[in-house]
């Protein structure tokens, strides 16, 4: 008998890997909880519990008086154990955030930086965030139980690489593990903004929808997927990408031309470089995302224009995705989606018009609720469940 | 404390559902295999062995000569201690199946049917195949552990439900499980007909492919999606509707109707009932799918030139399609994938023009290995998992 022939072998399971996921979507719990939830004996539920205490993960919570015989007390997740540090790497900014383990932010920097500057630039960047937030709030570098990065473009998740970016310029395959190794000695986490982006949405926002879509209008077009109540990376951390659908206008004289090479894409018309440079040529000043955002908000006729023609190409790309995907709710984030209501009402009657009544009866299509702070939100929550997954946890309490 | 409090209440578990999935894994397991496969003592193996071979779902097999101490014994999942019953209905036609409990089939029948003269007349058709399937084997209906069917319209999985279907009258939200009760007393599965062919070419001909999207060219045209080793099904069974999105054509005078009511829809281009449509208005005597398939496989001028067509069409929504989930294989599978070359070099095209680098490097497009098949052999290998589920074992075990 080989081990190939019977699949992975399972060393010996201590169930702690998994008692501590129970505490981690709990409040708190007593013993009869615990075994009630678990459906556990009570002494093995009293033996898991001292070691999950004795390795410091789970601690006494505010205790309520104890009843009869041994006393009840509560027990919680110990989120105050450690610290974990986030930073959602834009192509023209970057948010970086402190969090508890349980993904609860605590601290938040946001500073200019341009991500084409390639990881040797933008990395220092982020480290100095870092070394700032863990000054700011009295922690050490040792404190710091896992990181997350996410960026804009594919990532081969497993192997925390950026792979191949259209616009990364020096981020292809950069060691992004090694380079944080000798600073913190911990798990990093490397993921696709708009996965990260819609996981938070999805944790914190819509905890039930199992399936869900967020668009990410920034200054490019992307989007990420929640599949069966999972992240969706697809085969090479390139799923998502709905920026470079290709929608032809009947009366546009020249499709324009897109920064992948190919004319006519979502993104030539709607990503946040695309309207830059179609207001310049218009003959407005405006050399920044945001200020094409103002003068949208502002009511500049071109800008309308500009943001309605971007809602209804990007309404047409949306009813194709809503008809592939039946997602129960459509979230449109990213620093364009401000624009609203000239941009939403093209969107939302291309999806309706398009799919079928089905796909669209319960369909949700929201602004995003965390703004801004989607990217962090989730890596918050991701990193968190990378660093307590309960074969990690098996494995380094049974060291 | 509430039971909602605390989510899930979980029963006291046995184990033995677990068990017979690691069985239903594997040819067949000594008790040492079992022992590391599960990570269980030996006692533990030796009692939830016991109880699985007093419940007759796994049996000994063909035996090794015993070594040394308690005799080695091999055991395997008791495939043949049932039978299940499959249905993929089509459009036009019905293929039937009986299989083992593993899903091997083992009889198999076809028959011209028509899926909207309603349940009322295809389901009695349905029976009639599965008595004689009973009969051919000398299996009786308490022999019968599953039964499965897929249609093609969205399914409310859960429920068992076709849902607002767009072309079967008089399936909407119809009793399948209740007609088929009082025949046979056990659990019915009803999928959509795309869904049940990708998880067949999954589970046998690309079981290690966790991302995979399978075109159906048929009267229609749909598709399947299996997202991180599942089917994905989408919040209202609706998922995989690739045929109603519309690929505007440059030079084309007057977009066709589609039978969803809009214009220009890729089914409206690429459907067997179109490309009936469009052979007859240029003459030709055709009235079945497999007529029209028949004129391209024969080379008429006609035939081949739509058939070149509706491949460019299928080629830029599923380049949308590969952008947006990034499968590491598509299948093309359907009546009208047998036109092979006619179709699949504008498809291919499209693809490779239209999505990223990134996303068609390692894109595997292929045809269909299971052919006509595929929708009772996908059927086989679900049913036998929601049979099987080690939630459903456990309880009948313990009850």
Chains 1, 2 share one sequence.
């Not at 929808?209 to 990410?216: C, E, P």
């Not at 995302?289 to 309605?308: F, P, S, Y």
């Amino acid at each position: 008998m080989t081990e190939t022939s019977l699949g992975t072998r399972r060393p010996p399971r201590s169930g702690l890997g998994e008692l501590l996921t129970v505490f981690r979507g709990h409040e708190s719990l007593t013993r009869s909880d615990v075994a009630e939830v678990t459906g556990l004996s009570r002494a093995t539920v009293n033996q898991r519990l001292e070691a999950l205490l004795a390795a410091g993960v789970i601690t006494p919570a505010d205790g309520q008086a104890p009843r009869r015989g041994r006393p009840a007390g509560r027990f919680a997740f110990n989120a105050a154990r450690g610290i974990l540090l986030l930073a959602d790497i834009g192509a023209t900014g970057m948010t970086a955030a402190l969090c508890d383990l349980s993904g609860n932010i605590l601290q938040e920097r946001f500073t200019p930086s341009t991500v084409t500057d390639g990881p040797e630039v933008v990395l220092p960047a982020v480290q100095g965030l870092f070394a700032d937030m863990l000054a700011a709030t009295g922690h050490q570098p040792d404190h710091v139980e896992g990181i997350g990065l996410d960026v804009p473009g594919p990532v081969d998740f497993e192997a925390g690489l950026v792979i191949s970016p259209p616009i990364m310029t020096g981020w292809d395959r950069f060691d992004i593990r090694g380079w944080f190794a000798p600073r913190y000695p911990c798990p990093v986490v490397v993921e696709k903004d708009a996965n990260a982006m819609v996981f938070g949405e999805h944790r914190l926002v819509h905890p039930d929808v199992a399936n869900m879509l967020y668009l990410k209008l920034g200054t490019g077009v992307g989007s990420g997927i929640i599949a069966n109540g999972q992240i969706y990376r697809g085969a090479d951390g390139a799923a998502g990408d709905i920026g470079h659908n290709q929608i032809p206008i009947p009366d546009d004289a020249a499709e324009p031309l897109c920064r992948c090479g190919n004319t006519g894409c979502v993104e030539a018309y709607a990503g946040g470089w695309a309207l830059v440079r179609d207001l310049q040529a218009a003959g407005l000043d405006v050399t920044t995302v945001d200020q094409a955002l103002d003068c949208i908000k502002a009511g500049d006729a071109t800008a309308v224009r500009l943001a309605r023609r971007a809602g209804r190409i990007l309404g047409a790309a949306l009813s194709d995705a809503v008809s592939l995907l039946n997602p129960r709710v459509v979230v449109l984030g990213g620093q364009l989606a401000e624009a609203e209501a000239h941009l939403y009402a093209g969107l939302r009657e291309m999806i309706y018009r398009r799919s079928l009544p089905l796909a669209t009866r319960h369909l949700q299509i929201v602004p995003s609720q965390l703004g801004r702070r989607a990217g962090v939100v989730g890596l918050g929550y991701l990193v968190a469940d990378h660093v307590f997954d309960p074969v990690r946890v098996e494995q380094a309490l049974s060291a």
